[in-house]
């Protein structure tokens, strides 16, 4: 939930003013990401489409990913082995993102062993595999939420509006915004999650799989 919206009028203001803290900061990282996200404004794909879900599916396939066309409200968004895909594509791509920065060992937890998420319904039991303090939990819920932005962006997908929805702009104007950003990019670029240019490492390797797959 966007704790405060950002006009449309506003929002190129907005960038320009986020884009330039963080060139002032000399993060060529973080810049790179941003602009990433900030490309897909204006929206001019469509929001939450088919395809898009169905995009959504694809990438986790192509990591390895299960996925079961049903809705979370039956039990768990990710049971351990698939990610219920009867939602919006945003939270699909989102828990990919889950997937590739949880811990090799936790892949196999309900919601990753970070207790329930909001789509989740059999909270209690999503609780018992809880594994991390609650301090960890909202580290790696950012990384991966900036992490499934990212990947949104490469996509096509909006991903401007899931970064503004998930609130990295909130006090846009503020130096320490940016900073907040760039402390976990840096952090995601030095898990080999993100490379030099803020692409997800595995993406070069997913769109030579999908043209691959065209041109057969």
């Known amino acids: 939930?966007?704790?405060?919206?950002?006009?449309?009028d506003v929002l190129p203001d907005a960038?320009?003013?986020?884009?330039?803290h963080l060139d002032a900061a000399g993060d060529t990282v973080a810049l790179a990401a941003f602009r990433r996200i900030a490309a897909t404004w204006p929206?001019?794909?469509?929001?939450?489409?088919?395809?898009?879900?169905?995009?959504?599916?694809e990438l986790a396939h192509a990591h390895g990913i299960g996925t079961l066309r049903e809705e979370p409200s039956s039990s768990?968004?990710?049971d351990g082995a698939?990610?219920?895909?009867?939602?919006?594509?945003?939270?699909?791509?989102?828990?990919?993102?889950h997937w590739l920065c949880a811990a090799p060992e936790?892949?196999?937890?309900?919601?990753f062993g970070l207790g329930p998420g909001p789509e989740t319904t059999q909270r209690?039991?999503?609780?018992?595999?809880?594994?991390?303090?609650?301090?960890?939990c909202m580290k790696e819920e950012a990384q991966t939420s900036l992490l499934g932005v990212l990947w949104e962006a490469e996509l096509g997908h909006p991903a401007i509006l899931a970064f503004l929805e998930q609130n990295w702009m909130e006090a846009w104007e503020r130096?320490?915004?940016?900073a907040y950003f760039t402390g976990h990019v840096n952090e995601l670029h030095e898990r080999g999650l993100i490379d030099a240019e803020g692409r997800p490492t595995t993406a070069r390797a997913w769109a030579d799989a999908r043209r691959q797959g065209v041109a057969a």
């Open 82 to 97: 698939v990610i219920r895909t009867v939602v919006e594509a945003t939270v699909i791509v989102h828990e990919v993102a």
């Open 175 to 178: 130096p320490g915004t940016a």
């Open 124 to 136: 209690k039991e999503a609780r018992a595999h809880k594994r991390l303090s609650f301090e960890d």
């Open 43 to 57: 929206v001019d794909n469509g929001v939450d489409t088919p395809a898009q879900r169905a995009e959504g599916e």
């Open 106 to 111: 936790r892949r196999h937890l309900l919601d």
């Open 76 to 78: 768990f968004m990710w």
């Open 1 to 8: 939930m966007i704790l405060t919206p950002i006009p449309a």
């Open 15 to 20: 960038i320009a003013c986020f884009a330039r």
